[in-house]
């Protein structure tokens, strides 16, 4: 079985920066990503990465965020940089297995503006 848990959400003003972690149990899963959702909204990819190191970022993060993989802890991070208001979100860690898609329980990241 596979846990996933976030960290790292919070508060900030805009323009600043925030840093999200999300540490992996159980089986090893390729890839893990990012995505965000906002009440009425559909749950949008932000970051993605393989075990390879291949990246794919959705265009609200592009320039913005940068996402890493530690592959020896099954850790994902995704940095956010030149925060603003529109990322306020409720941010999940997914990952992809050979039986399913997990996802973390999310993290709140607010901006003020």
């Known amino acids: 079985q596979v846990q996933l848990v976030e960290s790292g959400g919070g508060l900030v003003q805009a323009g600043g920066s925030l840093r999200l972690s999300c540490d992996s149990s159980?089986?090893?899963?390729?890839?893990m990503g990012w995505f965000r959702q906002t009440p009425g909204k559909r749950r949008e990819l932000v970051a993605i990465?393989?075990?390879?190191?291949?990246?794919d970022y959705g265009d609200s993060a592009k320039g913005r965020f940068t996402i890493a993989r530690d592959n020896a802890k099954n850790t994902v991070f995704l940095q956010m940089n030149s925060l603003k208001p529109e990322d306020t979100a409720i941010y999940y860690c997914?990952?992809?297995?050979?039986?399913?898609?997990?996802w973390g329980q999310g993290t709140q990241v607010t901006v003020s503006s």
């Open positions: 159980g089986s090893i899963i390729n890839p």
């Open positions: 997914a990952g992809f297995g050979n039986q399913g898609t997990y």
């Open positions: 990465i393989g075990s390879a190191g291949n990246i």
